[in-house]
């Protein structure tokens, strides 16, 4: 073995060195943004609609109550039948949710949930699906609307 051999090693890992920690000081780097980018996702993000047109109400059962008569006035007002409404008791604080199935007449089924969205005390479908039935349609959907105490 020759002297220069572990001399020539040494140099090569000196210069490959140099790159290496370049590579980890940006792996540091892009783990503190992402750490950051995190804890601003989980500070709370905005709820689905401004609370400026939240509805007034005494406390979460209150405030579901209010929803669900608002909700069943609105379709009896447009010809909907609503086949079930449960609340759901696991909600934020400040919002009614509850789970809506209802059908009738795709126009009358439409014209109720365009009335809900457009209505100056906002109530918003998080997740929602149409689905066809014999002699018009059927939303299966979860609604969303705030409330102030």
């Known amino acids: 073995m020759s002297p220069r051999l572990p001399l020539v090693g040494a140099l090569v890992a000196v210069l490959l060195s140099i790159p290496a920690a370049r590579a980890l000081d940006a792996l540091a780097r892009a ?8 804890a601003t996702v989980m500070a709370g993000m905005p709820g689905p609609v401004a609370i ?5 109400a005494d406390d979460a059962a209150d405030a579901r109550a209010r929803l ?3 909700l069943r006035g609105d379709a009896a007002r447009g010809g909907v039948l ?3 409404l449960v609340s759901d008791p696991a909600a934020p604080a400040t919002l009614a949710v509850l ?3 209802a059908s009738g007449p795709e126009k009358a089924v439409v014209a109720f949930v365009d009335a809900l969205e457009r209505s100056p005390r906002p ?3 998080a997740q929602w699906r149409m ?3 014999p002699g018009g349609v059927r939303i299966d959907a979860r609604v969303i609307a ?3 105490g």
Do not use: Y
């Open 52 to 56: 400026a047109g939240a509805f007034p």
């Open 99 to 101: 789970t809506l199935r």
């Open 146 to 148: 705030p409330w102030r």
């Open 131 to 133: 689905t066809p039935t």
């Open 82 to 84: 609503i086949e079930s």
């Open 68 to 70: 669900a008569a608002r």
């Open 31 to 38: 783990r503190v943004d992402h750490a950051k980018a995190r």
């Open 123 to 125: 109530v918003r479908m």
